[in-house]
């Protein structure tokens, strides 16, 4: 070894480090343990997401069939109370969810869309009869004079990790005929 050049030297030991294999479970989990857990988090953060909008999408149905039971005027403890429940089901806090809760009414002769009433809470106005005209797409067809009670909320989402999904609200849209009366009434006196 000693009667080598200096490019000789250099090829020798290139050649015997291309070989040796020694070390290199190491160097491989060093590489892959990062990428292992960057996929791990994405994966519990898309999961978190679907089972957020999964619970934030009953909770509207739950809230849009306990409207459509009521035979009594709704009042705005009513309200409160709907708002309460859905930052408890979804365990949201209150800052971060809205509900409105819309009584609409369909006249077939006109076939136009129009609000009974409309109440909310959190950040969302109410729904103006203009607005509930531009929702006719998603409305179901009814029969002349029928209503519809309409629940929406909306749950603001912070992902759990910042793995590539983005803060966003959570918008629910549900519908469900009056079941024991033809319609479901706000008590005038009940305030905003």
């Given at each position: 070894m000693t009667h080598m050049n200096l490019s000789q030297k250099f090829r020798y030991?290139?050649?015997?480090f291309g070989r040796d294999e020694?070390?290199?479970i190491a160097i491989e989990t060093i590489i892959i343990i990062p990428v292992l857990f960057w996929a791990y988090l994405s994966m519990f953060s898309m999961f978190h997401a679907y089972r957020q909008h999964s619970i934030s999408q009953k909770t509207a149905f739950t809230?849009?069939?306990?409207?459509?039971?009521?035979?009594?005027y709704l009042d705005a403890a009513y309200l409160d109370g709907a708002q309460d429940l859905l930052v408890y089901l979804t365990g949201a806090e209150k800052s971060d969810t809205s509900i409105r809760i819309t009584s609409v009414k369909y006249n077939a002769n006109k076939e136009i869309y129009r609000r009974?009433?409309?109440?909310?809470?959190?950040?969302?106005?109410?729904?103006?009869n203009k607005k509930v005209k531009a929702l006719n797409e998603r409305l179901p067809v009814m029969?002349?004079?029928?209503r519809v009670m309409l629940v929406e909320t909306w749950v603001k989402y912070d992902p759990p990790f910042a793995t590539g999904l983005s803060n966003h609200e959570i918008v629910n849209f549900v519908f469900t005929r009056p079941r024991y009366a033809?319609?479901?009434l706000w008590d005038p006196s009940g305030g905003n």
């Open positions: 030991y290139a050649a015997r020694s070390g290199t809230i849009g069939d306990m409207v459509s039971r009521e035979t009594a009974d009433w409309s109440r909310a809470r959190g950040w969302m106005p109410v729904l103006s029969e002349h004079n029928e033809p319609q479901v």
